[in-house]
């Protein structure tokens, strides 16, 4: 069974950071793409970062390029969102999710939020001003 569990969520003023880690299990993590998406109230939900775990191929929103940075470690089937300089608008419930089903970082599915293997429940980030 796929299984993915997000967590480290927290409040944090602007400028802060936080580093997020989404622990996985119940599939071949090295033949996975993983992504991190967020729904900020009332938005709709939308990709952050994604990372090809086989190439370590990653990929960025243009919104948190240059301030978040997606990682891998294969030993641990884990992977973490470092967030950093983070400001109000990154206020979001992150989720992470996997794809086992299309090859590549980012996809079709990843820009579509619409990842098809796994999602795990969301960890709240909360950016306040």
């Known amino acids: 069974e796929v299984q993915l569990q997000a967590s480290g969520g927290g409040l944090v003023h602007t400028g802060g950071s936080l580093t997020l880690s989404c622990a996985t299990s119940?599939?071949?993590?090295?033949?996975?793409?993983i992504g991190w998406f967020r729904r900020a109230p009332g938005k709709d939900l939308e990709g952050v970062s994604c990372?090809?775990?086989?190439?370590?191929?990653?990929h960025y929103a243009a919104s948190v390029k240059g301030r978040f940075t997606i990682s891998a470690d294969a030993a641990k089937k884990m992977v973490y969102l470092q967030m950093n300089g983070l400001k109000p608008e990154d206020t979001a419930v992150y989720y992470c999710?996997?794809?086992?089903?299309?090859?590549?970082?980012?996809?079709?599915?990843?820009?579509?939020?619409?990842?098809?293997?796994?999602w795990g429940q969301g960890t709240l980030v909360t950016v306040s001003s």
């Open positions: 990372i090809s775990i086989i190439d370590g191929i990653t």
């Open positions: 119940g599939f071949d993590f090295a033949d996975a793409v």
């Open positions: 999710a996997v794809e086992l089903d299309e090859v590549g970082c980012p996809s079709i599915n990843w820009y579509g939020t619409m990842y098809s293997s796994g």
